[in-house]
């Protein structure tokens, strides 16, 4: 199964994206917010919606899917 990030680890990745876009700094905070897991739910609707290549392109975090769906999800 693979490792997810704590709540805490989640709220300093917003905190330190928050503290880039206040800076003027959109793309480096919209990067750092795709390394905190994509809700399972969230990246299943993306998935859906728009299909797995363009989800994989975004380069979004999708362990926690990983972990609730299985390692061949994206293929099924």
Same mark, same amino acid.
């Given at each position: ?18 503290? /880039?876009?206040?800076?003027?700094? #959109? ?5 750092? =917010?795709?390394? !905190?897991?994509?809700?399972?739910? /969230?990246?299943?609707?993306?998935? #859906? ?5 363009? =989800?994989?392109? !975004? ?18």
């Amino acid at each position: 199964m693979t490792e997810t990030m704590t709540i805490d680890e989640k709220l300093a990745i917003s905190c330190r994206a928050a503290t /880039l876009r206040q800076a003027g700094n #959109e793309e480096a905070a919209t990067r750092l =917010l795709r390394t !905190a897991p994509m809700p399972p739910y /969230l990246a299943k609707i993306f998935k #859906e919606k728009v299909g797995v290549e363009p =989800l994989l392109k !975004a380069g979004f975090n999708l362990s926690e899917a990983e972990a609730e769906f299985g390692p061949d999800w994206l293929n099924n």
